[in-house]
Nanobody
């Protein structure tokens, strides 16, 4: 099991930047993958970016070139650096941890942090 706590959300003007953090309650060194998802009002939750234990990253086309995911194993934390923010980036951002034990996969979620991009 793992508990995830997000921070760093807030209100920012279009073109601005924010950095989200997600701190885990245990070492993330061996967690198969961690990532960020978001959910806007009236829409389904969607993938933003993921990073594996081997530091392979993946991101949605809509954020490529603007958002960067990274991890610091010494702090049990992953980050999402968001630049050139747009109003359509407004959503609740959730941290996810995917733990694989043999043939089973376990998904854990944080409580979410609100990001609002507005002038």
């Amino acid at each position: 099991q793992v508990q995830l706590v997000e921070s760093g959300g807030g209100l920012v003007q279009p073109g601005g930047s924010l950095r989200l953090s997600c701190t885990a309650s245990r070492s993330i060194f061996s967690i198969y993958a961690m990532g960020w998802y978001r959910q806007a009002p009236g829409k389904q939750r969607e993938l933003v970016a993921t990073i594996t234990s081997g530091d392979s990253t993946n991101s949605a086309d809509s954020v490529k070139g603007r958002f960067t995911i990274s991890r610091d194993n010494t702090k049990n934390t992953i980050y999402l650096q968001m630049n050139s923010l747009k109003p359509e980036d407004t959503a609740v951002y959730y941290c996810n941890a995917l733990i694989v034990v043999g043939p089973k996969e376990y998904n854990y979620w944080g409580q979410g942090t609100q990001v609002t991009v507005s002038s």
